[in-house]
């Protein structure tokens, strides 16, 4: 139909979605509006409360590195310098040692996060610490004072959590090192403490957050996914990262929002990992119920239309269709639609003169029909059996020889084929019963020539078509007398089948004596002719003529010369339609 014919319900339904578009099309616009602001409020909100985690973070450890100068500054840790050298009783220096122990533990105990302190005497080598089996080890020392705070993965320990260290070094002479120092304080605290902090601020409905620390170490919440923590960590070392700020990252489908602030005592940032998709889902779910509302509007829109193209468009696409099958040669259409309007007669009088055309052309064709069967019959009549005596031979020469299995398979291969080939109530079968025909028909050549080589590849989908009877054994028979019995080597016969829209194809292929382009020319040409012309060659053609009556002239034999200088057989035919062919 063309642009004139169009039907009245596509142009009702095309103009409801005109209607509604400019409306779907501001609402898509309010709702990306509505979700940018949303995603910036969260923006805020996030690197807020990053924020008042990194002060606390920072607080926490200024109050550690204040707590280690005033006690580097103690008087009994200034008399633990050289307490090994005064001129003391064992007692008071037990005493004072136990002082600055009480002091260590005390403050340890009293702060948010659970550490460890650790004092050290340069001059005597002496240690007082709330870890048991610390030791004074001048170049550990020294490597942790280049920092003011270390990450600490190992420390020397094989069971030792990796742990935050800070050193205080009284007096910190560049030059001299530790060994010139007059007193150091160690303060350490696992890194659990980070992980605990971090937990706590995802138990407050923040979402997952981390710690991360550029090109050392990323510390994520307990319940964080490991490959999440990847992710996150992947995402922000591609980021120059500022002192606040925020990126995204996809994982798993999922969109995430990374808010980041910065932790300047440990010169890290503290990081919080929202879902998107999760926060945003009640603004989609509203999303969703607005387009809800849009598509009953225009369900509503469409029944209207549709009540109109019931009782009009209907009837008259039916009686269109209808004209347009009689127009093609299909006269067994009807319209079936049953119309409660004036459409009722119309119909009613179209089908009566389909019917009466129907009648008059199938009288006609009858006629030519019986007399393509016959013709069938008269060619298929003319394949006979040419080998039955030899095969009767070689069934005696076993029995001469005692060759039992030999004489049962040959009376089976052979009792199989004339079962088939006699077999003339049924003048259509399976593809899978004439393979299995011209199996049987080459094995008995097989047995008789041990040279003789065969191979069937059918794709799958073909066994089931319906297709002529003895339409392939002409074709192997011809393969075996004109190409394979004038060799003297091997000789190999190849039948492969293939179908593409609605096409098929069987091709046997030989390699026997060597086919010239003359020769080839000769029997394309006995294809090409009349019956009376080639009456001798009576088996290719033969079937040329059946594939041709059944399918159509398209169909027939294609004869070309193979890689092997043999014969190549093509068989094809359209698969049939709904005509006389496949009537008969």
């Not at 109530?425 to 080589?453: G, P, T």
Request: proline share 2%; hydrophobic share 40%.
């Amino acid at each position: 139909m063309n642009s004139q014919e169009r039907s009245l319900f596509s142009k009702l339904v095309v103009s409801l979605i005109l209607l509604l578009l400019p409306v779907l099309i501001l609402l898509l616009y309010s709702n990306r509006v509505n979700e940018k602001v949303i995603t910036g409020q969260i923006k805020q909100s996030s690197i807020g409360q990053l924020s008042t985690l990194a002060v606390q973070m920072d607080n926490v450890l200024l109050q550690l590195e204040t707590f280690s100068r005033i006690l580097i500054r103690d008087p009994n840790v200034i008399e633990f310098q050289d307490l090994s050298l005064l001129d003391s009783g064992y007692y008071d220096r037990i005493k004072k040692i136990k002082t600055i122990q009480d002091k260590l533990y005390l403050q340890s105990a009293s702060a948010d996060w659970v550490h460890d302190i650790t004092v050290y005497s340069p001059r005597s080598g002496q240690t007082i610490s709330t870890v048991d089996g610390a030791a004074f080890d001048p170049e550990r020392l020294q490597k942790l004072s280049e920092k003011n705070w270390n990450f600490v993965l190992h420390d020397g320990k094989a069971d030792e959590q990796a742990k935050l260290i800070h050193l205080t070094v009284e007096p910190y002479v560049k030059e001299g090192g530790i060994r010139k120092a007059n007193s150091i304080i160690e303060i350490s605290f696992d890194l659990r403490n980070i992980i605990r902090a971090l937990d706590q601020f995802k138990s407050q409905g923040n979402g997952d957050a981390l710690f991360y620390k550029p090109n050392e170490v990323s510390l994520s919440s307990s319940s964080c996914p490991p490959d999440l923590l990847r992710e996150a960590v992947f995402a922000l070392k591609r980021t120059q990262l500022a002192d606040q700020g925020d990126i995204t990252f996809q994982w798993n489908g999922i969109s995430y929002l990374l808010a980041y602030s910065e932790v300047r005592e440990l010169e890290g940032y503290v990081v919080g990992m929202v879902p998107l998709s999760e926060i945003l889902t009640p603004l989609h779910m509203t999303n969703r119920f607005t387009y809800l509302v849009l598509g009953l509007l225009l369900i509503v829109g469409i029944a209207v239309s549709w009540v109109l193209y019931r009782n009009v468009q209907v009837p008259l696409r039916a009686l269109v269709k209808g004209v347009q099958f009689i127009k093609m040669g299909n006269y067994k259409h009807r319209i079936s639609l049953r119309a409660n309007n004036e459409f009722r007669l119309i119909i009613s009088r179209f089908n009566e003169m389909a019917e009466q055309i129907q009648q008059l052309i199938e009288n006609v064709l009858k006629q030519r029909i019986h007399a393509r069967e016959a013709e069938l019959k008269q060619l298929q009549s003319q394949i006979n059996p040419h080998f039955l005596y030899n095969s009767l031979s070689y069934m005696i020469s076993m029995t001469k020889l005692n060759r039992k299995d030999a004489i049962l398979e040959m009376a089976y291969h052979l009792s199989d084929y004339y079962r088939y080939s006699t077999r003339v109530e049924n003048q259509l079968v399976k593809l899978e019963e004439e393979l299995k025909n011209a199996a049987d028909y080459l094995s008995i050549h097989r047995m008789r020539m041990n040279r003789i080589r065969f191979e069937i590849d059918v794709e799958n989908d073909m066994m089931g078509i319906v297709v002529p009877r003895l339409i392939l054994q002409p074709i192997v028979e011809n393969a075996l007398i004109h190409g394979i019995e004038a060799l003297e080597g091997e000789g190999d016969i190849s039948i492969t089948g293939y179908h593409s829209d609605h096409r098929y194809s069987l091709i046997v292929d030989d390699n026997g004596s060597a086919m010239t382009k003359e020769r080839l020319s000769i029997l394309q040409k006995m294809l090409a002719g009349s019956n009376d012309e080639w009456s001798n060659s009576c088996g290719l053609r033969n079937v040329h003529r059946r594939l041709q009556l059944r399918y159509g002239n398209e169909s027939g034999l294609r004869l070309s010369i193979n890689a092997a200088s043999g014969l190549r057989v093509e068989l094809l035919w359209r698969e049939e339609g709904d005509g006389e062919t496949a009537d008969c």
